[in-house]
């Protein structure tokens, strides 16, 4: 089975532009989360989506915006990129969301993502 | 607002010694503990998975426990090897939506040769 894979592996953006990532869970997965990575803040929750609505958000700007596909694609968009928008953008897909007490999550490689 | 530590945030350790990693966490209302694995510019590997109502996992080498009541949670590396060079994470879900994790920062491990 497939891992979760993310595209495109590595991006170099100025400030101002927008971005789009994207992110395909495992087959059958139905639960996307998003995280940012970066070396002072570490990893932090962005959102998350189940059945194409978004059902968790963290503490991010409206710039961070995200959409999930009836096939369980899930993109991440970045508006007015700033230079603290540099980062490793992780997606993670479980089963169904809510199953805290079983179900693991599984990560994919990261796009990272690097603002000039 | 739960908060995840780790300690030490640095370890280097030659080949064959056994170690254990620490992470602590404020609110002990956990579902479960993750302990992950990253290494340099990947993404993160499960390694283990400790339900609440269990006290430790094992998994080859690697065992975890979990102490919910003192907020504390070891990861026991037995006869370490170069090639479990690697930041480890340990990560809890958010007791409502069950999710979204919240990350310690990480013990950076290397082990030589």
């Known amino acids: 089975k497939a891992g979760v894979t993310q595209t495109p592996r590595y991006l170099i953006k100025t400030r101002g532009q927008q971005v789009t990532l994207s992110c395909s869970p495992i087959s059958g997965h139905r639960s996307v989360s998003w995280y940012q990575q970066t070396p002072g803040q570490g990893l932090q929750f962005l959102f998350e989506?189940?059945?194409?609505?978004?059902?968790n958000k963290g503490n991010f700007p409206g710039r961070f915006s995200g959409r999930q596909f009836s096939n369980s694609r899930s993109e991440m968009n970045v508006s007015t990129l700033e230079l603290g928008d540099s980062a490793l953008y992780l997606c993670?897909?479980?089963?169904?969301?809510?199953?805290?007490?079983?179900?693991?999550?599984?990560f994919g490689p990261g796009t990272r993502l690097l603002v000039l | 607002k739960q908060e995840v530590t780790q300690i030490p945030a640095a370890l280097s350790v030659p080949e064959g010694e056994n170690l254990v990693l620490n992470c602590s966490f404020t609110d002990s209302a956990i579902y479960n503990l993750q302990w992950f694995r990253q290494d340099p510019g990947k993404g993160l590997t499960s390694l283990l998975l400790?339900?609440?109502?269990?006290r430790e996992q094992t998994s080859g080498r690697l065992n975890a426990s979990l102490d919910k009541s003192s907020g504390r949670s070891t990861l026991y590396i037995a006869a370490s090897q170069p090639g479990d060079s690697a930041t480890y994470l340990c990560?809890?879900?958010?007791?409502?939506?069950?999710?979204?994790?919240?990350f310690g920062e990480g013990t950076q491990l290397t082990v030589n040769p």
């Open positions: 400790i339900q609440s109502s269990q």
């Open positions: 990560a809890v879900p958010e007791e409502t939506s069950g999710s979204r994790l919240t």
């Open positions: 989506y189940f059945s194409e609505t978004q059902r």
């Open positions: 993670a897909s479980s089963w169904i969301p809510g199953l805290a007490g079983v179900e693991t999550q599984y």
